[in-house]
């Protein structure tokens, strides 16, 4: 679509971190051909039906607010619903970038949108929510407080779903922390080092998860550091528009991750076993591209010297971000011994921010192909999001039900006996919705990160897995032991 906008005007309201980023905007305009082939697979419009809730349609109202001709609220009326799942990136054939439009429009939107008494309390808890899931010892504490709020969550659904939507996360156990060893040397010969990122939600839902990633890693001759400084990655802050504290967290772990950023350094990746975190990392580039917003409180401690170090080992970091699967699969994995008595049927589930963010699809399945007995089954509608999305089933409960319904429904259908997901966020959300169809069908497949099963299979317990966990047991994670 051509446009017309007038670039002095935004540069100066985009203010100077926003600002760098218009011409990319303008290309993602430029580049949009009103096709509408992105439309099969937007998770908004299947639900909702609505040109304005499509991408195409978001592509035309941005295009039509930067243009000057529609105010921003009626804009974030159909934006706010947004996902942010990327899959009209992939299913675009002119290859719009719609991120480019979605990341700094949301932002800026956060800093300028009218609020009123509501608006002003989805904002406060957004920030309650943010301030907790990046303090592993806040999370803990609120979790136990969600636990014995549970059953407060039929009136409050009634209320609100959106107050019910958090209790209704909230896992039946709470597991014990495990602690991770600071460094873990290369079993055998050293094949390469890398530097974890611990995540953290992940150390209080999944606190397995890094060990079992540090597990598969050293067996394949990887000599893995977890940084002891390092902390929340940002990303799902960055995901609502809440920028100026994603760099914040940001800066913290630019520190801490150095030894990777170092022109010579003797580490090949900074690894991240949730794909919406590695997708986040990666985006770190255009998370610095401008200078320090004068709203933010640090805006007067930055010089352009300091700024200018910053955006060279932010853009260092976002190039040597990998997933786990996709650095294990580079990197060949070592043959796993002990075959299986039986075949196991498994069924990936894409994370939008491993297929649609990363481009990633072919490496958790070649990991996972390479278990002598494993059988991969492909779900129906594999590209379409199951609604976590960061923050988004917390606030958007409605759709990110219907979206979880469907997706549960499509994973069960070819029948595994358990399914993987490369992010946390997604198997919190499927547990959630696949203990729903246990409750209705008796039985559900559990849910587990590619690399848990690998490292299952290199220690011969794969078998030992209970194929289909009963009733609403799904979310308790009864295994392994
Ligand atoms: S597929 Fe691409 S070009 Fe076509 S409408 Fe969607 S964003 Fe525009
Ligand atoms: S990011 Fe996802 S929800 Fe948003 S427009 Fe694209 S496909 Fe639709």
Request: glycine residues 8%.
């Amino acid at each position: 679509m051509r446009h017309q906008i007038p670039e002095q005007r935004w540069r100066q309201r985009l203010g100077p971190d926003l600002a760098p980023r218009l011409d990319a905007m303008g290309e993602a305009i430029e580049r949009c051909v009103h096709c509408g082939f992105c439309l099969a697979t937007c998770p908004t419009y299947r639900v909702l039906g609505e040109e304005m809730d499509s991408p195409r349609g978001r592509i035309f109202l941005i295009k039509e607010m930067l243009e000057e001709r529609l105010p921003l609220d009626e804009v974030l009326e159909h934006l706010d619903p947004c996902l942010g799942c990327l899959a009209c990136e992939t299913s675009c054939p002119s290859g719009v970038r719609y991120r480019e439009l979605l990341q700094p429009v949301r932002t800026w939107g956060e800093r300028h949108r009218r609020r009123g008494l509501r608006g002003w309390w989805v904002r406060l808890r957004r920030l309650a929510l943010l301030e907790s899931m990046a303090r592993p010892t806040w999370f803990r504490a609120a979790l136990r407080l969600g636990r014995m709020a549970r059953p407060l969550r039929g009136p409050l659904r009634r209320a609100s779903p959106a107050l019910a939507a958090p209790l209704d996360l909230v896992p039946a156990r709470i597991p014990a922390a495990v602690p991770l060893p600071r460094s873990t040397p290369a079993r055998g010969g050293r094949r390469g080092g890398v530097l974890l990122l611990a995540g953290c939600v992940q150390q209080v839902l999944e606190p397995r998860l890094a060990a079992a990633v540090v597990e598969v890693l050293a067996r394949n001759g990887v000599e893995v550091v977890v940084p002891e400084d390092q902390g929340c990655c940002g990303a799902l802050a960055l995901h609502v528009g809440e920028e100026g504290r994603a760099r914040r967290l940001a800066r913290r772990n630019l520190r801490a991750f150095a030894p990777v950023t170092a022109a010579e350094s003797d580490f090949d990746a900074l690894i991240v076993c949730a794909a919406g975190c590695g997708s986040g990392l990666q985006e770190h580039a255009a998370l610095f591209a401008g200078s320090e917003h004068p709203e933010n409180p640090e805006h007067s401690q930055r010089s352009e010297s300091v700024e200018q170090a910053e955006r060279a080992a932010a853009e260092r970091l976002a190039a040597r971000t990998l997933d786990a699967t996709t650095f294990l699969d580079r990197l060949g994995l070592i043959e796993i011994p002990a075959p299986l008595s039986r075949p196991l049927r498994v069924a990936v589930h894409d994370p939008c921010h491993l297929l649609h963010a990363q481009r990633e699809r072919s490496a958790p399945r070649r990991l996972l192909a390479s278990i002598p007995g494993v059988e991969l089954v492909e779900p129906r509608d594999a590209e379409v999001c199951c609604g976590s999305a960061g923050l988004y089933n917390l606030e958007w409960p409605r759709i990110a039900g219907e979206l979880g319904r469907r997706k549960a429904e499509s994973l069960l259908e070819p029948e595994p006996d358990l399914i993987a997901s490369g992010n946390l966020g997604c198997s919190v959300q499927l547990r959630v919705t696949l203990e729903a169809a246990a409750r209705r069908r008796g039985d559900a497949p559990p849910v587990w990160h590619p690399l848990e099963i690998l490292a299952a299979a290199y220690r011969g317990e794969l078998d030992d897995l209970p194929r289909r966990v009963e009733g609403a047991r799904t979310g308790s994670r009864p295994w392994p032991p």
